[in-house]
């Protein structure tokens, strides 16, 4: 089962719950590989993996870089791929592979390697506002697809509590899944919320009235939790919220065996 995270602005906390949910479905002895398709890195950094990334490489010519890691920590394993380097060069290195059949056979190759050690779930992290035409998500999700022609697809979306950035969301949402068949809009995660009553109440009332609009299955309320904040540490060390627990043994009784 895939599942992709994402959302409209960067801060929501998309690569925080990326990492949390890989952890919460590998402690539940499933086998996670995180694809990490955000330029910026910071799931698979958390992870242990700093190199190049695969697309880089691969422009580089370093085919052995570091792109794929292994991460074994105390109570199980993620594996990780950082998809592309980091920062700006991303652009250009999308359009360089974009344009170059060679290297992006080349992709295609390297990354079915790793597909065919076969996972039990697929988490893919995003940047912000990603659509299906963009090549950030075209290459990666062809050669994913081609590896796995009848994957079952999930979206889960990410917001922070502010009205705006609530209201920008349901857009979103809307469009992604009216504009594609491909998988289904599963949940939306109202993250950030300041741990008092009323603000929690309030964000379960724009929850509730969200999913009704948007017509996605299941969603939650997570509040700001401090040990998560700027989180910048071991994988060991980051403690997995109920919510999250919750939300990872709904998604593996969904993926049934
Ligand atoms: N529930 C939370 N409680 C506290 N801090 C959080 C929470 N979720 C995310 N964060 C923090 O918010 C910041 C942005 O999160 P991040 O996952 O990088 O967002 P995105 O991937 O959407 O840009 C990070 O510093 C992260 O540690
Ligand atoms: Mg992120």
């Known amino acids: 089962m895939r599942i992709s995270i994402i959302g409209v602005k960067g801060g929501s906390g998309k690569s925080t719950i990326s990492l949390l949910l890989s952890k919460a479905l590998s ?4 086998k996670v590989l ?9 799931t698979s950094r958390i992870l242990g993996l700093e190199g190049d990334g695969l697309v880089k490489s691969i422009i580089e010519g370093k085919e052995h870089g570091e792109f794929y890691a292994e991460k074994k920590y105390n109570n199980g394993k993620i594996s990780v791929i ?10 250009t290195d999308v359009s360089i592979i974009h344009k170059n059949t060679v290297l992006l056979n080349k992709v ?7 597909l065919k050690k076969k996972f039990d779930f697929y988490i893919v992290d995003n940047p912000s506002l990603v659509d299906f035409n963009d090549e950030i998500v075209k290459h990666e999700l062809s050669i994913f697809l081609k590896n796995f022609p009848k994957v079952k697809i999930l979206r889960i979306y990410v917001t922070d509590p502010s009205e705006p ?6 857009d979103y949402i809307k469009k992604i899944e009216s504009q594609n068949n ?25 929850l509730k009235e969200a999913l009704e609009e948007t017509k996605l299955n299941s ?10 904040f700027q989180f910048n540490g071991k994988i060991e060390d980051l403690e997995i919220p109920e919510e999250i627990k919750l939300l990872a043994r709904q998604l ?6």
């Open 34 to 42: 995180l694809i990490d398709r955000d330029p910026l890195g910071w």
């Open 165 to 170: 950035s609530i209201k920008a969301t349901i």
């Open 108 to 114: 295609e190759e390297l990354y079915s390697q790793i």
């Open 82 to 91: 950082k998809f592309y380097g980091e920062g700006p060069r991303f652009f």
């Open 182 to 206: 491909l998988g289904n809009g599963y949940g939306l995660i109202i993250n950030l919320v300041p741990p008092y009553p009323e603000e929690l109440d309030k964000s379960k009332r724009d």
């Open 27 to 30: 402690e539940m002895g499933e």
């Open 219 to 228: 969603g939650f309320v997570l509040p700001f939790i401090e040990n998560l």
């Open 252 to 257: 593996k009784y969904l993926k049934g065996d």
